[in-house]
């Protein structure tokens, strides 16, 4: 089936910088998602793109669809030690199907 | 308040015993869907469905079974025959499919089954 590659799978941190991280498809996706997942919660949609190219932001957030329609990714700046988490790339089609990449789980050190 | 609800939140049973997952919402969303987490797996879809009275499988549904009676609610059953069914298991539901766009899901809480 459709398979999501989302790197890198986990990083490292300090309190402050930037994180970027991204997800790559060998097919192409009409819509682009990204979540976050705190320990033993449902993941919560952070961002959703829906046009090849489309630059949106969430505060901190910024999230980009690729040209290509098989790529997306995620950035956060200025990193605070509540965005520690799981953060899962999706990807949707008209048929409703939605495919998770594996995650990427962000540690901030003290 | 408008949302996903799943219960119950754990669930332990017995190896060899089905159990059933409960999934309803009240956002008035068209499709719904199982997934299933396994630690470093990410999320890996079990079935879903677009419309009441139809569903589909999705990656891993062997061992599993659904249904789709009303719009709300999509309970999802562990059978005796899904081989390491200790994982969680989480809801989602989703809008109609607006022109020229994919979808987005929103998520339950999630419910930890045990099978011991």
């Known amino acids: 089936g459709q398979q999501l590659n989302q790197s890198p799978q986990s990083m490292f941190i300090q309190e402050g910088e930037d994180v970027s991280m991204n997800c790559t498809s060998s097919s192409i996706f009409n819509t682009w998602l990204w979540y976050k997942q705190d320990p033993g919660e449902g993941p919560v949609l952070l961002i959703a793109l829906y046009k090849a190219g489309e630059l949106t932001s969430n505060g901190r957030l910024t999230a980009q669809f690729g040209i290509t329609r098989k790529d997306s990714f995620l950035n956060i700046s200025a990193s605070i030690p509540s965005d520690v988490g799981i953060y899962f790339c999706?990807?949707?089609?008209?048929?409703?199907?939605?495919?998770f990449g594996k995650g990427t789980r962000l540690h901030i050190l003290p | 308040d408008g949302g996903i609800t799943q219960s119950p939140k754990y669930l332990f049973r017995k190896e060899g015993q089905n159990v059933t997952l409960s999934c309803e919402q009240n956002?008035?969303?068209?499709?719904m869907y199982w997934y299933r987490q396994d630690p470093g797996q990410g999320l890996r879809l079990i079935y879903y469905s677009q419309i009441v009275n139809d569903f589909q499988k999705g990656d891993i549904a062997e061992g599993y079974s659904v249904s789709r009676e009303k719009k709300e609610s999509f309970p999802l059953t562990v059978t005796s025959a899904q081989k390491n069914p200790t994982a969680f298991y989480l809801c989602a539901s989703s809008p109609a499919l607006r022109a020229g766009r994919g979808t987005e899901a929103f998520f339950g809480q999630g419910t930890r089954l045990t099978v011991v």
């Open positions: 999706a990807g949707s089609n008209r048929d409703d199907k939605i495919i």
């Open positions: 956002l008035n969303h068209d499709a």
